[in-house]
């Protein structure tokens, strides 16, 4: 059977430094989502754009984790056009950050 819908999917790391969440898309741009704070053991996190937000969580790969299946495509594509490129300024901060490589259906796709 042939195949008559091809499903375009789009890398991008996602990092928690310097409590703000980040950004870096497959061109190497980073662009910064929102913050997030850590007290009495919890991290709560907000994006910017949108208001999302995760509360109460135990560790920053569960944050990640959270932050991931909040995020699509077209809120994440529309940050990159409108936000400017940091990347300069996180270059050297970037390797040591906790990060998750999320992966997602571009426009008018479905998983």
Same mark, same amino acid.
């Given at each position: 059977?042939?195949?008559?819908?091809?499903?375009?999917?789009?890398?991008?790391?996602?990092?928690?430094?310097?409590?703000?969440?980040?950004?870096?898309?497959?061109?190497?741009?980073?662009?910064?989502?929102?913050?997030?704070?850590?007290?009495?053991?919890?991290?709560?996190?907000?994006?910017?754009?949108? /208001?999302e /937000?995760?509360?109460?969580?135990?560790?920053e790969?569960?944050?990640?984790?959270?932050?991931?299946?909040?995020?699509?495509?077209?809120?994440?594509?529309?940050?990159?056009?409108?936000?400017?490129?940091?990347?300069?300024?996180?270059?050297?901060?970037?390797?040591?950050?906790?990060?998750?490589?999320?992966?997602?259906?571009?426009?008018?796709?479905?998983?």
């Amino acid at each position: 059977m042939v195949e008559t819908s091809k499903q375009d999917r789009m890398p991008y790391l996602l990092f928690l430094c310097e409590n703000r969440i980040l950004a870096q898309n497959i061109d190497g741009h980073v662009i910064d989502l929102g913050g997030l704070t850590k007290q009495n053991g919890t991290i709560d996190w907000l994006l910017d754009g949108n /208001k999302e /937000k995760g509360e109460n969580l135990k560790t920053e790969i569960e944050a990640l984790e959270d932050l991931a299946n909040k995020i699509d495509f077209l809120f994440l594509d529309g940050q990159f056009t409108s936000l400017p490129d940091i990347s300069a300024e996180y270059k050297d901060k970037l390797t040591s950050a906790p990060s998750m490589e999320i992966v997602l259906n571009e426009l008018g796709d479905k998983p």
